[in-house]
């Protein structure tokens, strides 16, 4: 219909064009005729005049002008020559044929004559007039007056006139014709163009394919350039419409991944065991990862291999290191890793917290990288792939990879396993190309993960680092339209995919008890009085976390506002983390002497402005401080995404409390809703807080029900499937391909 009307628009034009073309065309072309007939008519009268000369000076010399009759009426067997007329130079007409008009005496004849054109209209029709002068012997002369029929010169207009509508009739259909053909063909090859970029198909394509052939390759850039945006733009602001649940990515599983076996591995393990006393106790890591992946492990029944650092974990495992988790059920299988306490130091202290996690933090915090820490390194990572390896019953397993502390797995796994997908989560931010050329062993760690099929990043900008860095280090080709790395013959999409929470289910929220309940249970825990405001922070100890800084802004609001004294308390959660680590202590003593500090200055016997609870909480403690808290503070020098702030989103179905989220932190581009926050500006937290505190109700639910939308839509869910979906995609690809190739063996 577009394309008819498409048409329609080209043709009324060139209808109207031709149309008005002929309307003019056709006094030139009358013009043309007349002159080329009134030529041809002149030239005839000459000749004629030029062969009767003779006979008319004989007959007129001799007085014998009768003997002319005859001649005249043989020379008016020409059909167009209507009639002859004979005048003397004094303008008598001598002698005239029958049809000679009555009444057209020689004087008139000849002033017609001079016309142009000279024509005669009478009853007769329309006559050409011409006048040859003859010469007499006796020095006069006569003039032979010729009278030429014009009706056929009518006839032959019109009839030119016709011949000229039918071949520009014609003409106008044949470009109409071409026009519409060639429009058909260039539509349908646009539209199948750009149907296969809607499509996806050049991601299946081979490697760094040029623009379909049918769409020219700026143009075809531009849509695939804007479609990555607006895909972006998406998954960050909306989300599907359908809530993504764990049934829902089970199924998507059952369809898309049908039969195929899912690997995780992390360094972090989903289940602690530990003993206590005789007791033998199972707790879940204070972890984003753990929070993040165990859902979808759930979901996916496959199998997760990581290190087991637990006391008691031997014990409850297997000859292999398996048990089947959740605790209770079996869900999944846990395949634990054991490192000795020298692997442990160099892999997880040495190089991966010690080197990697600060050089990938912009938190002021140092990189040291260690001979000996990136041998142990190199051994874990082996370590994980050859249990992959061992782990996978097929040929191409669905392989996801986590973190920093794996780097290297994916290209071991590909060596053994070329087939298998290989999905590799960075969870922390990947820092610009200058930051990361620090590192000793960069292209190694760069190769290790360029061995994945997929390699995600928690927002686009670290997607755009990551592929500069590789720009700067690596013999690598790079296609930033379609953000693939082609090394070593291989591909790898490099895209982001914002990590999330499980939402939580319905039948649990009802569950809970109510925000006032859970109000009044932390404030008697905490000593509180039932009116004071609670200001909440949640993190492992970790100097990128920003405790300090932001226990330095509520000191600041404290000074500012003494008001808030007696009614205001900070309640900061800090769960031990990598402690046998220096900067960790350090820390630790920091964020210990700030509380020191701040309540020695602001403190009375039975009030103490901050409360470190500097132990490990379990789900349910945090989920009673995120609902008592009025105000729940995130102010990371640095974060990958930050999982916390999304709990307290999820877990505030009042729609009451306030988030301040550092501008930092990868959430902050999914939550514009939460009052940003700069954490190295004191002043300007200290006065975010304040307007925090002092936030109407109304406002607070406007910004709270926006977000629980962002989060509930935007799900771990939504965030595996994605992955799990580009993967499956780029796995049919290659089935496709290798089918093709073996077909073309055969
Ligand atoms: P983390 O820095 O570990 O992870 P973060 O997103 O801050 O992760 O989540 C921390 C998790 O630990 C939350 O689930 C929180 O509830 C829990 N937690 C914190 N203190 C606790 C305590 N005392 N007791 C029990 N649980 C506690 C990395 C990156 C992040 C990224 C995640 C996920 O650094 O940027 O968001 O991975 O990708």
């Known amino acids: 219909m577009k394309l008819f009307r498409f048409q329609l628009q080209f043709l009324i034009p060139l209808g109207v064009t031709l149309i008005v073309a002929v309307v003019l065309a056709f006094p030139l072309m009358d013009a043309l005729t007349q002159r080329w007939f009134s030529r041809d008519l002149g030239l005839r009268s000459a000749l004629v005049a030029s062969a009767l000369s003779e006979s008319i000076n004989k007959a007129v010399s001799g007085q014998n002008i009768e003997r002319l009759h005859p001649l005249f009426d ?422 982001s995919y914002p990590i999330s929470i499980a939402w939580p289910e319905s039948a649990e929220q009802e569950k809970w008890p109510s925000v006032i309940e859970h109000g009044a249970e932390v404030r008697r825990q905490h000593g509180l009085p039932e009116s004071s405001r609670i200001i909440l922070g949640v993190d492992r100890l970790d100097y990128i976390k920003g405790i300090p800084e932001r226990l330095a802004a509520f000191e600041r609001l404290l000074e500012a506002s003494p008001e808030w004294l007696g009614k205001l308390v900070f309640l900061q959660v800090a769960a031990p983390s990598r402690e046998s680590m220096q900067e960790y202590q350090m820390a ?9 500090r701040i309540n020695a200055r602001f403190g009375w016997p039975g009030y103490q402005p901050v409360h470190l609870l500097a132990r490990h909480h379990d789900r349910a403690e945090i989920l009673a401080l995120y609902r008592a808290a009025d105000v729940c503070m995130v102010s990371s020098l640095h974060d990958g995404m930050n999982l916390v702030c999304k709990e307290f989103i999820a877990a505030r179905d009042d729609e009451r409390g306030v988030l301040l989220l550092s501008q930092f932190a990868g959430a902050s581009r999914e939550l514009p809703e939460a009052l940003s926050i700069n954490p190295y500006h004191v002043e300007g937290m200290a006065t975010a807080l304040q307007q925090a505190l002092e936030m109407p109700l109304a406002e607070q639910r406007e910004r709270m029900a926006s977000m629980r939308m962002a989060v509930r839509e935007a799900n771990v869910f939504r965030w595996a499937s994605r992955m799990l979906s580009d993967a499956s995609r780029q796995r049919l690809h290659e089935r496709v391909t290798l089918r093709v190739q073996r077909h073309h063996d055969a």
């Open 74 to 495: 043989r020379t008016l067997k020409d059909e167009r020559l209507t009639a002859l007329g004979l005048c003397r130079s004094d303008g008598r007409l001598l002698l005239s044929t029958p049809e000679y008009p009555v009444g057209l005496s020689c004087a008139q004849a000849n002033e017609i004559s001079h016309r142009s054109p000279p024509r005669l209209v009478s009853e007769a029709g329309t006559m050409h007039i011409s006048i040859h002068p003859i010469a007499l012997d006796s020095g006069e002369s006569v003039e032979l007056i010729q009278l030429h029929d014009l009706a056929f010169v009518e006839r032959r207009t019109l009839l030119s006139r016709q011949y000229f509508v039918i071949f520009v009739v014609l003409l106008g259909l044949v470009i109409a014709l071409t026009t519409v053909v060639a429009a058909q063909l260039s539509w349908r090859a646009w539209i199948k163009g750009i149907r296969g970029i809607l499509r996806g198909e050049d991601v299946a394509r081979a490697p760094l394919s040029p623009a379909p052939p049918e769409l020219p390759a700026d143009f075809a850039a531009d849509i695939r350039a804007r479609l990555r945006d607006l895909e972006d733009e998406y998954h960050r602001n909306h989300g599907s419409s359908e809530h993504w649940s764990a049934a829902r990515l089970r199924s998507l599983l059952r369809t898309q991944l049908r039969s195929d076996q899912v690997i995780v591995a992390s360094n972090r393990e989903p289940y602690i065991h530990e003993r206590q006393n005789d007791q033998i106790i199972v707790s879940q890591p204070a972890s984003g990862l753990v929070t993040a992946i165990e859902p979808v492990m759930r979901a996916c029944s496959g199998t997760w291999i990581a290190h087991g650092s637990g006391g008691a974990d031997r014990e409850m495992a297997d000859k292999q290191g398996c048990l089947a988790l959740p605790p209770g059920t079996s869900e999944y299988t846990l395949r634990r890793l054991w490192l000795s306490p020298e692997e442990e130091a160099g892999y997880y202290s040495g190089f991966a917290n010690g080197g990697l996690w600060p050089l990938c933090h912009l938190a002021n915090m140092l990189p040291v990288f260690r001979d000996v820490d990136w041998v142990h390194y190199q051994t874990v990572n082996r370590r994980f792939a050859e249990a992959i390896i061992a782990e996978a019953r097929v040929e191409d397993p669905v392989v996801l990879v986590q973190d920093y502390h794996l780097a290297l797995v994916p290209a071991m796994v590909r060596e053994r396993l070329p087939r298998a997908t290989i999905i590799s989560f960075w969870h922390i931010p990947w820092p610009n190309p200058e930051a990361f050329l620090i590192c000793p062993w960069r292209s190694e760690i760069l190769h290790g993960m360029l061995g994945s099929t997929i390699i995600g990043f928690q927002t686009r900008h670290h997607c755009r680092n990551f592929i500069d860095t590789i720009d700067r280090t690596l013999e690598a080709r790079i296609d930033h339209e379609r953000s693939t790395i082609l090394y070593h013959g291989a591909e790898s999409l490099i895209e």
């Open 588 to 596: 630790r003593a920091r964020v210990a002497h700030c509380v020191g």
